[in-house]
């Protein structure tokens, strides 16, 4: 019973603490620029430097009820919402029934852009 009531409070110290990557870091304007594609596609790459940098530390362990890449249950309801909808909890955050995105990955020196890149590097892993 007692460790119930402690879990959220755990929980929450975990990412208000920077649990999930202690060496969080963005692209600079100029790496961003020069790996952009033409086309406007989404850049894979800097999707996987962000998410190893930044993500990696809860989704890679499953901290806080994060969806661990390649777990297809635990990304089929994300997914089946569509990616707009992915992309604006993971920049504005989010509390669900299994868990918490805070804001950016508790990392506010990410670009929207940035954002967009890791989420469709981790959908990227779901085959």
Same mark, same amino acid.
Do not use: Q
């Given at each position: 019973?007692?460790?119930?009531?402690?879990?959220?409070?755990?929980?929450?110290?975990l990412?208000?603490f920077?649990a999930?990557?202690p060496d969080k870091?963005?692209?600079n304007?100029?790496s961003a620029? @020069?790996t #952009?594609?033409?086309s +406007?596609?989404l850049n894979?790459?800097?999707? /996987?430097?962000i998410y190893e940098?930044?993500?990696?530390?809860c989704?890679d362990?499953?901290?806080?009820?994060a969806?661990?890449p390649?777990?297809?249950v635990?990304w089929?309801g994300?997914?089946?919402?569509?990616?707009?909808i992915?992309?604006?909890k @993971?920049? #504005?955050?989010f509390? +669900?029934?299994t868990?918490?995105?805070?804001? /950016?990955g508790s990392?506010?020196?990410?670009?929207?852009?940035?954002?967009t890149?890791?989420?469709?590097?981790?959908v990227?892993?779901?085959k």
């Amino acid at each position: 019973m007692m460790m119930k009531s402690f879990l959220p409070f755990f929980i929450v110290g975990l990412v208000f603490f920077g649990a999930c990557s202690p060496d969080k870091t963005s692209l600079n304007n100029e790496s961003a620029k @020069s790996t #952009e594609s033409t086309s +406007g596609e989404l850049n894979f790459a800097n999707g /996987k430097t962000i998410y190893e940098a930044n993500c990696a530390g809860c989704h890679d362990s499953g901290v806080a009820g994060a969806p661990k890449p390649g777990d297809k249950v635990a990304w089929i309801g994300r997914i089946a919402e569509g990616k707009d909808i992915m992309i604006k909890k @993971s920049i #504005e955050g989010f509390e +669900g029934k299994t868990g918490v995105m805070p804001p /950016k990955g508790s990392n506010d020196s990410l670009s929207n852009e940035d954002i967009t890149h890791a989420v469709a590097y981790m959908v990227s892993s779901i085959k």
